[in-house]
């Protein structure tokens, strides 16, 4: 078998600073021990988000070109309209800035206090924006997606059994919408299969309760579907999201994953009430309709990575980078979540530190050793972003204490990422020399982009 290459040449280069190990431990500690309080410049391999962090294409930066910043109706939202509903066949198509900012609109609009709002597995933003409405956000992971060794090929599916027990216990008068994330960014970068997407839809039609994707990586979702799935193996990448989003009411959209931009986002629906009330929003919190927070060439640039990521090339390349880096850690002996997911290599931190007490956070730790050692920028996906408290205040563990190695699209080679093998080796040998943490500051809503840590007991290695 011939070596998968990268599916591109390289025209531009941006540099990259290296630090030594003695001001990466300065720049952390000026950071408050949190990574994402760092300067960019002085991480040396990235890999806090593949979120808005790839690199464009030749076909985007000439599409930005044709940028029409007219404010209403411009030809760049006419291709961006086009290309959406090309993909998804859904009615209502409204741009917004990012993804979290669709998810606001949603939340604001349908939720209500006391609502509960299920999914296989809610991230970060989404979760806060539904809490924040007054709602709550309820993960139905199916077993094996809690199992980070099981090696099934479809880990991110919503449990149907605990979707049709929340239904009979919580009534559908108090389930505004269900969703399903795909691909499960909070288990591992898992997928979901179709079967599993047809069934949730069927439960819920049952019940009449509308069914809203989180498409974030719908791209990656198809091309696992496409390699795993039985039925599939003919069908184009585009055919199979055209499926995906057959089943859905609505979706939220991150432009900045499996749209390859650097911003962007939408909201879509079927239903005309909801768009016009969507709308409604959309226009105080991002601008008009056919803008919504963003310019021309951003509409111009995601028409067209929209339709790259739905590229075969492109999908098998990807996701040869992230079994590569999963297979050779695996070889090493380091506890990660299996099998590779689509976007990322999730470390099992809480397997690497069980010296660590999951409240005194593995996840940022591992992290943290990570940049001392080599100057890499990973994130903790555990009891700092995932935790909850309970009603008398105390603190509730996460399930899994992971960190998570998010690749950017076409930013990194292959020895970039053989340099990140060797630093993560070396964490892993010196692993007894990482101490646990403290929250000092915290804020009520998503912490974890600016709380601040202490470390506790430790040799000072790390």
Not at 77 to 87: A, L, S
Not at 230 to 244: P, T, V
Not at 354 to 379: D, W
Not at 428 to 451: D, M, S, V
């Amino acid at each position: 078998m011939k070596t998968i290459i990268e599916p591109f040449r390289i025209k531009t280069t941006e540099p990259i600073k290296i630090i030594s190990r003695q001001d990466r431990i300065k720049a952390l500690a000026n950071a408050n021990e949190n990574v994402f309080l760092l300067n960019a410049e002085d991480c040396s391999i990235d890999l806090l988000t593949d979120s808005g962090t790839g690199a464009m294409s030749t076909r985007q930066w000439a599409a930005m070109m044709m940028g029409d910043e007219s404010y209403a109706g411009s030809r760049s939202w006419i291709r961006f309209e086009e290309t959406v509903r090309q993909i998804t066949g859904i009615r209502h198509i409204l741009p917004t800035h990012q993804g979290r900012a669709a998810e606001s609109i949603l939340a604001e609009t349908l939720v209500k206090k006391g609502d509960i709002i299920p999914n296989n597995s809610h991230f970060d933003t989404t979760r806060a924006n539904i809490e924040y409405a007054g709602g709550t956000a309820v993960n139905l992971l199916c077993p094996e997606g809690g199992d980070a060794q099981d090696l099934s090929p479809f880990k991110g599916n919503m449990d149907i059994e605990k979707l049709k027990s929340c239904i009979a216990e919580h009534g559908k008068d108090k389930i505004p919408f269900a969703m399903i994330t795909v691909t499960n960014n909070a288990g591992g970068g898992q997928p979901v299969s179709m079967a599993n997407i047809r069934q949730v839809k069927q439960v819920l039609a049952q019940n009449g309760i509308p069914l809203v994707i989180d498409a974030c990586r719908f791209a990656e979702n198809a091309y696992f579907i496409h390699e795993r799935e039985e039925g599939f193996q003919d069908k184009s990448l585009l055919e199979i999201a055209r499926e995906m989003f057959s089943h859905a009411d609505a979706a939220t959209m991150s432009c900045k994953k499996d749209g390859l931009a650097n911003i962007g986002g939408f909201l879509i629906c079927n239903d005309d009430e909801w768009g016009q009330n969507f709308r409604n929003l959309l226009i105080i919190r991002e601008g008009f309709p056919t803008y919504g927070g963003l310019a021309g060439r951003d509409l111009e640039a995601i028409a067209v990575g929209l339709m790259e990521a739905l590229e075969i090339d492109y999908q098998v390349y990807r996701h040869a980078t992230v079994k590569y880096v999963s297979d050779r850690l695996v070889e090493m002996g380091v506890p990660i979540v299996r099998p590779a997911g689509g976007h990322a290599v999730f470390l099992n931190a809480g397997k690497i530190l069980e010296n660590i007490p999951a409240l005194q956070y593995p996840g940022i730790g591992l992290v943290n050793a990570l940049y001392i050692e080599g100057g890499v920028r990973g994130v903790e996906l555990g009891s700092v972003m995932f935790g909850r408290f309970d009603e008398k205040g105390n603190e509730q563990a996460a399930p899994l204490e992971l960190v998570r190695l998010a690749f950017p699209r076409r930013v990194y080679t292959q020895s970039h990422f053989d340099y990140l093998l060797e630093v993560i080796n070396q964490v892993w040998q010196n692993r007894q020399a990482i101490p646990g943490y403290a929250i000092t500051y915290q804020t009520r809503y998503l912490r974890h982009f600016t709380c601040h840590f202490k470390k506790l007991a430790g040799n000072g290695f790390y």
